[in-house]
């Protein structure tokens, strides 16, 4: 089987973050052949302006490590939390750096919104998908879902002990899969 690189994201800067310790239980539920690299840098990233972005400007040295680290990967695994019903403005921050540079462009992405609400963050998740939608990710339905009552998921050590959702897990990876497979062909 040929490996796959995954880039995962986490909306959230917390240092207890489900989201993610979601993506840490993800990474355990995949096959051997999948490496995950987790990008950590939201925090770093200047506020995004136009006038500091597209072909004249020399990006700063987060903006092009972002950029590298997406472009390397062969899919991208997103995991966000909902705040005030839409997405974290680091997240859409770091999302906006890559419109123009391109970097999502037919790359498979797997969206996903993770609360302790009943809702799971389903309007975070609506809103980020609109975003990749515009884009131009490829994003495959089921490699897309919001997961409710985060914290009854999760053990500390983050791994996913919810059955269903571990199932679900399953499928978007095996989806993600597809998807690179897909893409290759
Ligand atoms: C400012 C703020 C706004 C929030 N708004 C929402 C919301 O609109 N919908 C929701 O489901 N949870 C909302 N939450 C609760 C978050 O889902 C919860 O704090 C979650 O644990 C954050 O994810 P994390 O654990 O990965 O940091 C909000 C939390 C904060 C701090």
């Known amino acids: 089987m040929n490996t796959r690189t995954i880039l995962t994201l986490s909306g ?29 840098g939201l925090d770093t990233l200047p506020h995004f302006n136009p006038d500091l972005d597209g072909d004249d400007a020399i990006p700063s040295a987060a903006v092009a490590d972002l950029r590298a680290k997406l472009k390397h990967a062969d899919a991208v695994v997103i995991c966000t939390p909902e705040y005030a019903n839409g997405v974290p403005g680091v997240l859409k921050n770091a999302l906006d750096w890559i ?10 992405v797997a969206a996903i919104s993770a609360s302790p609400n009943p809702l799971g963050g389903d309007k975070a998740l609506a809103s980020l998908l609109l975003t990749l939608t515009i884009m131009s990710a490829v994003i495959v339905d089921s490699a897309t879902m919001s997961v409710p009552f985060i914290r009854s998921k999760l053990s500390t050590e983050g791994m996913i002990i919810d059955l269903q959702t ?3 897990c399953r499928l978007l990876l095996q989806t993600l899969e597809q998807a690179i497979h897909t893409k290759e062909t």
């Open 166 to 168: 571990a199932e679900a």
């Open 99 to 108: 419109v123009s540079s391109g970097e999502l462009m037919n790359k498979p």
């Open 12 to 40: 959230s800067l917390r240092k207890q973050s489900s989201n993610s310790l979601f993506l840490h239980g993800l990474a355990a539920l995949a096959p051997g052949n999948f490496t995950f690299i987790n990008y950590a």
